[in-house]
């Protein structure tokens, strides 16, 4: 492990020494290429290391975040095409969520009635430190509204699967761990509006019904496919013809919506009653994804294990689209957002475990609430700011949150994998 800290450290030396000095001369055509040549160059070798394969995603992130700086318009447009299309974020989040829906299962959700006390300090936890402690951050810092609103935000959303890769990586609770990212996930179309609605009311413009309305399609219909894709795996014959029948259905009732019944329920409803259809709509389309995953996977079995990599690309385009349509406000209070970002997941942490203890939950335990109160679902936050229209404002809290929690999340898993509780 030494000899290769040793080449990766020569690497990063090199490559801050090359962009330094070809920067402090001014000349941007060989220190911009230069730097993103290199970053990307590290990315791709660090999958060739045993040590330090956890930290490819990371690379990855700082990568796409270099690139997305330097070459904003690049990554915005191909041609004539707007790369931050609504549709097309729209999918790239849901391509997030699924991928970490089929890392999921329904039994995950047994494990309330297993630790109902752990289950409850987890959520409690998660739902008060995360939202307060950015509340207190985006005051002490003044930033300016939307993107003290996107602070408030990151804050607000679930616990990611990357609270379930630390617990695991740090020996403590996993199921514990995979609990709360469940019931979070599931109770976030409720607390996540609510929070904002209540704290950064003031800064953006924030309809509880729309972002609940929001958080559902790009969420819990995705996760809910995936979790019908895992009931399929067990179901009684009886149950797979209620699911087929209603995957059926809602196909039947999609191929109305696009052959000119939606034109037809434009005329006819109010734009509050068009938003329950429209959900609707999405609801039903989980039934038609779930199955036809259900049925993919018969004939690629390793279709499951494929997804995450799906998410994480998913994840580096929206942090892509993030970056670049933001560009002008990081290089304003880049340095500050980042701090922030800093402070507020190393809260979370503290918070978490401390606040577990003194709830009487054992250590092990504790370290894993600290991971599910410290790690948010970045995923979920940028998807509501591309809804919001606010991508480049109130967007970029999640796309530097996004790879520090992964550097710290990792740092702190081995250094609690290396102290066993007792």
Not at 158 to 173: E, Q, R
Request: charged share 10%; proline share 4%; net charge positive.
């Amino acid at each position: 492990m030494y000899p290769l800290a040793k080449v990766y450290g020569g690497w990063i030396l090199l490559t801050v020494a090359i962009v330094a000095s070809t920067w402090l001369m001014n000349d941007s055509a060989i220190w911009q290429p230069t730097l993103v040549v290199l970053t990307v160059a590290l990315a791709i070798t660090l999958r060739f290391s045993k040590n330090f394969r956890g930290y490819q995603f990371t690379a990855w992130i700082i990568a796409v975040v270099a690139a997305a700086m330097i070459y904003p318009q690049s990554f915005l447009h191909v041609g004539d095409f707007d790369m931050k299309n609504k549709w097309v974020m729209l999918i790239a989040i849901q391509m997030v969520m699924f991928g970490m829906g089929t890392q999921m299962s329904l039994r995950d959700f047994a494990g309330v009635a297993k630790a109902p006390r752990g289950v409850f300090v987890g959520i409690f936890c998660h739902f008060t430190v995360m939202p307060l402690v950015g509340f207190s951050l985006v005051k002490i810092f003044s930033f300016p509204p939307e993107i003290a609103a996107g602070v408030i935000l990151i804050g607000s959303c679930s616990s990611g699967l990357a609270s379930n890769v630390m617990a695991y990586m740090a020996k403590s609770n996993l199921a514990l761990s995979v609990t709360v990212t469940a019931v979070t996930t599931m109770i976030a179309p409720i607390m996540t509006p609510l929070w904002m609605k209540l704290l950064a009311g003031t800064m953006v413009e924030v309809s509880f019904f729309k972002m609940m309305v929001e958080i559902i399609k790009i969420v819990l219909v995705p996760i809910g496919a995936a979790l019908l894709h895992d009931y399929l795996k067990h179901a009684s014959s009886r149950g797979r013809e209620i699911v087929f029948a209603i995957a059926a259905l809602a196909v039947a009732w999609l191929a109305f919506l696009i052959f000119g019944g939606w034109q037809l329920l434009q005329q006819n409803f109010a734009p509050d009653t068009l938003t329950t259809i429209s959900l609707g709509g999405f609801l039903l389309s989980a039934f038609v994804i779930g199955t036809v995953y259900h049925a993919l996977t018969k004939y690629f079995p390793r279709l499951d294990k494929f997804m995450p990599t799906m998410a994480i690309v998913g994840i580096l385009y929206v942090t892509a689209m993030t970056t670049a349509s933001g560009r002008d406000n990081l290089l304003k209070v880049g340095a500050l957002l980042f701090v922030a970002s800093m402070l507020h997941n190393l809260a979370g942490y503290f918070f978490g475990y401390f606040l577990s203890r003194g709830a009487g939950l054992d250590k092990n335990s504790a370290r894993s609430i600290a991971f599910e109160v410290g790690l948010q679902n970045g995923g979920m936050a940028s998807g509501l700011a591309s809804a919001m229209g606010k991508l480049g404002t109130v967007g970029l809290a999640a796309a530097i949150f996004i790879p520090w929690m992964n550097i710290s999340g990792s740092v702190l898993a081995n250094y609690w994998s290396k102290r066993p509780a007792k």
